[in-house]
């Protein structure tokens, strides 16, 4: 059984690498379907294998437990329990099986740089796409090839925030510092290419927080390293706001006061664009509504699944929201509300507990491994700043979290197992410590 179950988890060598490319693109369904099945061959061979630990001392079991069996029970009482498991399924199922997939996968991975790399190909690839369709990414894009393949521009930029956190965990050592260096420029480069506003605040979020070990020793290039991120964050959020406005309003230079919600705020020239965008920003109307809404199933929520709100309250909808948002009733456009409107109280508190634990597995292993802990938290972070906007944890993009997280918390819990050194580190030691054995021991005299 053994033996068995440790040919089976080969899989992982195959499940892992085409999830890290093909989770960047879009319309790459079946491939992902194939390697989570692989996926899955390869989880349950390691809860079957004494080689391995009990299912009960895997990471986040307990959290993993309490989210996915509350999920789960509220299709009982969804008023379309086929969406809700169906949601359940892709939101929660497959990428927590993913999660401890990649988890298995990083504990036994000598080099994990070069896996990393097939990331890095698919971050080029995506980056040559977004160059050469430069200006036509935002709907409505043409499906055509390679357009076919890109994801939705809120997706795509999810991803790339996700991207950031790999590069710089894995791949700033010395031998793989040029590359890791190139994917962060990358992504940053695919996430202008979308236009979306609120990449660069989750982007900030997520490189402060993952090039900490790079500046944490040193007070003033810290003070500096964060004014200039905090500098260029605002100037590419306002340059992405220009073009996407480009010919739609008059370019204004002068200082004047915006309405945001009601309110007067003083916004400088230079920032006009940013000005204009938030003043004419729905989502504070979407939140106070469904915010309302909630409160009718405050602890138990309609249902699993992101169209469930807005199916449930379609009639609710008041008719002038509609018109100036008439996306508002795909979901909330925040990560949170929409699952207090899903899953109430009680949901909110048991997602908001898993990703606390997640984040609390990887500080542990802060003086062990401090650039997987600092991509690990920085992962969590730029995910959350992403979707407080927002909600793009959907499918590949939920899939492609919680398998990054998987790879960086496995690495670093090898490294944590293997004395605090890197794989390679180890071997090189253990090799020069048992030169020297052989070398000092005593030559044997002849008969002995």
């Known amino acids: 059984m053994t033996h068995a179950a440790a040919r089976v988890e080969r899989v992982f060598w195959v499940a892992c690498p085409v999830i890290l490319f093909v989770v960047m693109f879009g319309h790459m369904t079946a491939i992902v379907f194939n390697a989570l099945a692989l996926m899955a061959l390869g989880v349950l061979a390691a809860a079957c294998s004494p080689n391995r630990p009990s299912v009960l001392h895997w990471p986040l079991v307990l959290p993993i437990a309490g989210w996915a069996g509350w999920s789960l029970a509220s299709v009982a009482w969804s008023m379309y329990p086929m969406v809700s498991l169906h949601a359940w399924c892709d939101e929660v199922l497959y990428p927590l099986v993913s999660f401890w997939g990649f988890w298995l996968f990083g504990t036994q991975l000598r080099r994990p740089a070069p896996v990393v790399l097939v990331n890095w190909v698919a971050c080029v690839a995506l980056g040559a796409i977004s160059a050469f369709n430069w200006g036509h990414l935002q709907p409505p894009t043409a499906n055509t ?34 590359i890791g260096a190139s994917g962060i420029v990358l992504c940053l480069f695919i996430g202008l290419a979308t236009l979306n506003r609120f990449f660069w605040p989750a982007a900030a979020v997520t490189l402060l927080i993952a090039l900490f070990p790079l500046y944490r020793r040193r007070l003033l290039l810290s003070v500096l390293v964060i004014a200039v991120v905090g500098a260029v964050s605002v100037g590419t959020l306002e340059f992405s706001a220009r073009l996407r406005t480009a010919g739609a309003v008059p370019a204004v230079t002068q200082a004047r006061d915006v309405v945001i919600d009601g309110h007067q705020v003083y916004v ?33 929520g309609v249902g699993f699944g992101k169209p469930l709100p807005g199916i449930v309250y379609r009639s609710e909808v008041p008719a002038s929201l509609l018109t100036v948002e008439p996306q508002a009733l795909t979901h909330a456009h925040n990560l949170f509300i929409n699952t207090w409107l899903q899953t109430g109280v009680i949901g909110v508190v048991l997602q908001t507990a898993l990703l606390l634990c997640l984040i609390a597995r990887f500080w542990r292993l802060r003086r062990v491994e401090p650039w997987l802990c600092a991509a690990g938290v920085a992962l969590v972070a730029g995910m959350i700043a992403k979707n407080t906007t927002d909600d793009f944890m959907w499918q590949t993009t939920m899939l492609a979290f919680w398998a990054f997280a998987g790879l960086l918390l496995g690495c670093a819990e090898q490294v944590d197992a293997s004395g605090g050194m890197a794989p390679e580190t180890a071997r090189r030691k253990s090799t020069v410590i048992g030169s020297e054995q052989r070398r000092e021991a005593p030559t044997a005299e002849l008969g002995e």
């Open 145 to 178: 090839f390679p357009l076919h393949f890109y994801n939705r521009v809120g997706h795509t930029s999810t991803l790339a925030v996700f991207a950031m956190p790999l590069f710089a965990g894995f791949m700033m050592r010395l031998r793989w510092r040029v």
């Open 268 to 300: 400088p020239g230079s920032l006009s664009a940013i000005g204009d965008t938030v003043s004419a920003d729905t989502r504070p109307k979407l939140w106070a509504f469904y915010i309302g809404e909630a409160e009718r199933h405050a602890w138990v």
